[in-house]
Structures are given as structure tokens and as C-alpha cells.
């Protein structure tokens, strides 16, 4: 049974909803601003009979979550932006070595240590591999507090089915909403796939191996390489999602995720009232981006307005979606500044007005 | 005069070891050490509920040669990765096979920390006091003097700092219950750190906590020197650094002579 | 490594390399005058980093 409707802060949504979707093993270590989720984990696991270790860095966190997840478990690690950072290596050896697991990136400014304020900073870090060698993660960019909760459901179900580290990007603000939140029912680890490959010990059948290193002069790691950019088409072709508002007629259409998108719907909803026909395309999937969708919608709009809480890099995707079909513009706030929707608007204004008082026009 | 003699096998391969050839170079001490580790984990018959992280080092490869389980880590972290395979097989047997590089430079937080946190993990810790696989780098435990490509002339104390003995620092810490040093340089010497090597599997078993054995193991190749005069080196020079012995045994076993 | 081990001298280089270019170790099968056979105390595969050895001794 689902569960009623609760007000829960966004780090523990998350939490709560991996537990319910069967994690049973969380490896981490503090930074602000996502604390909150290891600490209800810590306390949370108990009650499960769960597994919960503070490592001693993130390193060391996403190397146990190696660890536990060949030996079969839902595992799960969470750090922001600078702990993201030194989980790449981990990320690259488990996409190697075709691992499951979830990875909650909370951000926050940069680069370096930046500050603790919400941020937006880490879409190419996310999307474009953030680790070495040609590997790619899916990347799941809610929005809310509902989409927290229901997104860590899908983030294990992906890691499961492809064998693949996912990531949940979420941001300092996304960690402290307080939003009613359903969670689904729990998951029965007995229901979940029997996985073939894990490692428990070769009673009864062959010693097992897993490694990343192909080191063979028949041209083994350009097969391996071969057969997971396969995975990542199919992953590609099936697990894209995104929502759109208000597009139809828009004459002018709003990109955003995450918790930009929620302030560009609040501008919108204001400018709406104005008479403005303005539209948004949230991505929720950043890898694979929707990039399909949004090149359909761009033949039927005249202008994009992308907004994104950086000095631009989702925008990237968007020119390779939208080309020269729209007129595409950008403004991005970096270092955890938050504008309000008013300031929002201003922008979707100056790019319907096309004054160019806010944001900036893309040479395409 | 042909009697029929009957003879019964006494030495053989373990079944813990594969058949294949390994690449280990003439007189590495890792061959005898795998072989160890094999041998006492068929007598305590633990190979099938055993799964191991091997290093990256010359033993990265030791996949190839154990019969058990294993997964590859990235550099130094196999005591993180057998942490967490450890917590969710509680009943499984764990262990790493780790270098120098990997447990004591790269890997020192990963190693420190599953130590102390007691983790019911056993450690087999090759010092070869060099960096093998890559070329005969200085390893944090090469000794003062001997020479390295990175330490060219011998290791300096103030230009390249001391060897560390991460055994002793590791014993300071009440989750490490048994820590063992031996070398693989004398017959005498193997069979003792068989011996330990069987203490430290069953403080697993036994659920007491965290133990690792250390093996001085010879490097002819990249300390250009013969098997036999690798072996000599241990057994004179490299225990001036790194005395032979027992480090820490809160065990409470009482050892058989 | 097995021929140093050897309290009995049963071993020699063998005249012949092996396929990896090496002269490997070789078992004398001969006894001779004043010298003691093979006692299966099984030094040398104490010591063969290889595995290369089995021991067999007379029940």
C-alpha cells in the first residue's frame, strides 16, 4: 500500500523512498547541504536491518558502494558537488565494470569549495561523464518533492536494469523542500531479478571475476567499449523523459530543470495572467536528454529562453537539439544565487520583447 | 627387485590456484605467497564461500590465478570495496591481497579505517619495498638507501621522507586484533607465515575483528639483484627496517609449537 | 630457489631451457655412492614460487 500524504524535507524523502525501494546498504560522508540524508539513513537503515557506514570520505564511500553492490545489494551514496568530485573515479570503475547503483548529487556553488547555496553547476560533471574513459550515466533531475520521492524508485529500477550507476541531481534547495510526498508501496526484495553475476562465494558453480582492466591484444576493451555504448543507445532510445507545459502557441518556450524549472513555471504562470504565451520544456532525464522532443517543439515555437542556475551548460544540449530552427537565449546565475520569478520573468519578457535587457541571444 | 611402492601425494597444487602459469617474474615472492593463501584457505575449506579484492600492482591480474571469487578495485581502495562486500555477505569470507603502493600509500585512509573499524576482513599485505609493476618507483616502504627510479642515489630522509611501517601504526587501533609480519625469503620463514596466515583467517571466522599479515617478499627484477641474492637482501637488510615477528595478537589463541 | 632448498642435493639445472628460455630445475633420479635419496620433506616446494613441484613420499 502506498503510503498517506506526508510532509517530509527533501533529503529525507529521498531517503525513505530508497529504503522502500529496497536499498539496504547507504555508504557517505557529511557535506553540506545534503546531511540530512545520511543522517535519517543512519537511524532509518536500523529499522530495516539495513547497512549504514559514515566512510571516512567520499572515496571511500563510493568504493564500498562498489563493493556491495557486486556483491548484489541495492546500494546507495549521496554527496554534493566537491564529494561528487572525488566520487569519479569510483563512477568510471563501476560504469567500467557495469555496476548498478544510485549517486545523490545535492549541489551547490563552485567551482572548488565554493559555497553551500544551491547551484546548478554540475550538469556537464553529470551528463557529460565527470569520470574518465567513454561511459555515460543516466541522470534524473526532479523538481519537487513528489518527484524526489517517485525519481528514487526509477533511479534503482534504471541501475538494476542496466547494470550502470544513475544519478539523482538534485541541489541545496531540492534537499530542504517541504512538500507533501505519496511514497509508493515497499518494494519486496524478494521480487526484485536474481542477479547472475554477482559475487557470494563459488560454492556450487565457477570462481567469478569482475574487472574494468582489458589489457589483451585481441582488441577486447574497443569490444567492451562496443557492447556499452550499445547499452547506452538503448538506454537512449527508451528512457528519456521530460514534461512540458503550456507549449502549445507558446511564443516562447522556458528550459529549465530542476529547481529553475519550478521557479520558471511560477514566472510563467505570472506572465500568462499578462497575456504572454509562454511555455516550458522541463528535461527530466539530462542523460539521455530529450533531445527528440525538443527539436520537434523547437519547428513549432519561434524562441527557446534556456535558464539554468550556471553560466551555461545544459544550454549545450539545447543547441544541439534546437539548432537554428528557434531563436535560442540564455541566462544563467551562478555561485547559489536564487532569483525570485519576478526576476525570471524579466527575462522571458526581454526575450519576447527581444531588448536583450536580460540574458543574451545565442549565435547559433 | 621391483616392489611396488605405494606412495601417498603430499605437496600439489592447491585447489585454491588455478592451473595457469602465472607472470609473476623468477623468484617473486607473490607466486609463494598465493600459494599460501590458497593452501590455507582449501585446509580451512573456505573456497567457496570466499571473496577477495585483489591489488593494482604486479598482482592485478591475480584473478587469473585464485580460484575464488574476486572483484578488481581501483588503486588502494580494496579495503573499502571489501567493506562493503563484507557488510552484505556477513557470512562470507573476505579478504585483500594488497602491495605496498595499494595498502600503504594510495590506499593508507581506506586501509586505517576498515582497520579500525574493526571489520571481520583479513588483509594480506605484500611488501616488496618497491613499485613493482610500474617500473621500480620508491614505494613508501623502500628502505633508507636503497634505490629507486624516483630515488635515484637512495632513499633520502629529507628528500623523500622515511619508510612508514603501517603494520605498527595499524596495531595501535582496538579494531586490529592480529598483525603478523613474516617473509618469504627463508623455508623456515614461509612456513611461519602460513602459520600466520591461518591465525589471521581465523580471526574472521571467529568474528574478533580486523588482521592483516605482512610478507617481506623479494623483488629480483627491479632490486637487480639474483633470486638468491633478493632473498639475502630480505633476510639482512630489509628486517633492519621491518623486524620479523608478531606486531599485535589480542587473539587469546594459544599457538601450537 | 628448490635446488638452495634441497638438504639432500637431489636437484640440478637442467642442460635443456624450457619454453620460456629458462634452464629450469630438474629431479636427479639417480642415487649415487654416498649420497642420500629423497626424504619428501618437501623443502623445495616450500619454496617454488611456480608450484612447480609435487611431493609424493612412501607410505
Not at chain 1, 557529511?30 to 545520511?38: M, R, S
Request: aromatic share 8%; proline share 6%.
Amino acid at each position: 500500500m502506498p503510503s498517506e500524504k506526508m510532509l517530509m524535507n527533501g533529503s529525507h524523502t529521498v531517503g525513505e523512498a530508497a529504503v522502500r525501494a529496497g536499498c539496504r546498504y547507504y555508504f557517505g560522508y557529511p557535506i553540506t547541504p545534503q546531511n540530512e540524508l545520511p543522517e535519517y539513513l543512519s537511524a532509518r537503515m536500523l529499522d530495516v536491518g539495513g547497512t549504514f557506514i559514515q566512510g571516512e570520505s567520499e572515496v571511500a564511500s563510493i568504493n564500498m558502494v562498489l563493493g556491495a553492490s557486486v556483491a548484489g545489494g541495492r546500494v546507495m551514496t549521496s554527496s554534493s558537488s566537491p564529494g561528487i568530485s572525488l566520487k569519479q573515479e569510483g563512477i568510471s570503475y563501476m560504469a567500467g565494470m557495469e555496476l548498478p547503483a544510485v549517486i545523490i548529487n545535492m549541489m551547490r556553488g563552485g567551482p572548488g569549495l565554493g559555497n553551500i547555496a544551491p547551484s546548478a553547476a554540475d550538469y556537464f560533471q553529470a551528463t557529460r561523464g565527470g569520470g574518465h574513459g567513454d561511459y555515460r550515466t543516466p541522470v534524473l533531475a526532479p523538481a519537487g518533492g513528489q518527484e524526489l520521492a517517485d525519481l528514487t524508485f526509477v533511479a534503482f529500477d534504471l541501475a538494476d536494469k542496466y547494470r550502470n550507476p544513475v544519478m539523482l541531481l538534485g541541489d541545496g534547495l531540492m534537499g530542504q523542500v517541504m512538500e507533501p510526498v505519496v511514497f509508493p508501496d515497499f518494494i519486496d526484495l524478494e521480487d526484485l531479478p536474481k542477479k547472475d553475476w554477482i559475487l557470494d562465494g563459488c560454492e556450487g558453480r565457477e570462481a567469478r571475476a569482475l574487472f574494468s582492466m582489458l589489457l589483451g591484444q585481441q582488441g577486447e576493451l574497443y569490444q567492451h567499449n562496443l557492447r556499452l555504448q550499445e547499452k547506452y543507445d538503448r538506454i537512449t532510445a527508451e528512457e528519456q523523459r521530460w514534461e512540458t507545459k503550456h507549449t502549445d502557441g507558446a511564443e516562447v518556450v522556458v528550459v529549465a530543470y530542476g529547481t529553475a524549472a519550478r521557479i520558471a513555471e511560477s514566472a510563467i504562470e505570472e506572465l500568462t495572467a499578462e497575456g504572454i504565451r509562454a511555455g516550458l520544456f522541463r528535461p527530466i532525464t539530462l542523460w539521455p536528454f530529450p533531445l527528440p522532443a525538443l527539436r520537434e517543439l523547437s519547428r513549432q515555437v519561434p524562441r527557446i529562453a534556456v535558464f539554468e542556475l550556471c553560466l551555461g551548460q545544459m544550454v549545450e544540449d539545447v543547441i544541439l537539439s534546437v539548432g537554428e530552427r528557434a531563436e535560442i537565449y540564455f541566462h544563467g546565475l551562478p555561485g547559489g544565487i536564487i532569483p525570485t520569478p519576478a526576476q525570471i520573468g524579466e527575462f522571458i519578457r526581454s526575450v519576447v520583447k527581444g531588448d536583450g535587457t536580460v540574458g543574451r541571444r545565442i549565435d547559433v | 627387485m621391483s616392489e611396488q611402492i605405494e606412495y601417498t601425494k603430499i605437496f600439489s597444487r592447491p585447489e585454491s590456484l588455478k592451473e595457469n602459469p602465472t607472470h609473476y617474474c623468477p623468484g617473486c615472492g607473490h607466486s609463494v605467497a598465493h600459494r599460501l593463501v590458497a593452501e590455507c584457505l582449501d585446509e580451512m575449506g573456505l573456497r567457496g564461500k570466499t571473496i577477495g579484492v585483489p591489488p593494482v600492482g604486479c598482482a592485478v591480474l591475480a584473478y587469473n590465478y585464485f580460484n575464488f571469487d574476486m572483484v578488481e578495485a581501483p588503486h588502494g581502495r580494496a579495503l573499502a570495496v571489501a567493506t562493503g562486500i563484507k557488510r552484505v555477505h556477513p557470512d562470507k569470507f573476505v579478504l585483500t591481497y594488497q602491495g605496498d603502493g595499494d595498502l600503504a600509500a594510495i590506499g593508507t585512509a581506506e586501509t586505517i579505517h576498515a582497520a579500525n573499524r574493526g571489520e571481520r576482513i583479513s588483509a594480506i599485505f605484500i611488501n616488496n619495498a618497491i613499485y613493482g609493476m610500474t617500473g621500480g618507483q620508491m614505494a613508501p616502504t623502500t628502505v633508507l638507501g636503497q634505490n629507486a627510479t624516483t630515488a635515484p642515489g637512495g632513499r633520502d630522509p629529507r628528500l623523500h621522507g622515511r619508510p612508514i611501517d603501517i603494520s605498527r601504526m595499524l596495531a595501535v587501533s582496538d579494531g586490529v586484533v592480529f598483525v603478523e609480519r613474516c617473509a618469504l625469503s627463508s623455508i623456515k620463514q614461509i612456513r611461519k607465515a602460513k602459520k600466520a596466515i591461518k591465525k589471521a583467517f581465523q580471526c574472521q571466522l571467529d568474528d574478533l575483528g580486523f588482521s592483516l599479515v605482512e610478507l617481506l617478499s623479494p623483488c629480483p627484477t627491479n632490486w637487480k639483484l639474483t633470486p638468491k641474492a633478493a632473498w639475502d637482501w630480505v633476510n639482512e637488510e630489509m628486517v633492519k627496517t621491518y623486524p620479523l615477528g608478531v606486531i599485535k595478537d589480542a587473539t587469546g589463541y594459544e599457538d601450537k609449537k | 630457489m628448490c635446488i638452495e632448498a634441497c638438504p639432500n642435493n637431489r636437484i640440478e639445472v637442467d642442460e635443456e631451457l624450457n619454453k620460456k628460455g629458462y634452464a629450469p630445475a630438474r629431479f636427479k633420479e639417480t642415487v649415487n655412492e654416498g649420497e642420500k635419496g629423497c626424504v619428501g620433506c618437501a623443502q623445495c616446494a616450500t619454496v617454488c614460487p611456480d608450484v612447480a613441484i609435487e611431493v609424493y613420499r612412501a607410505k
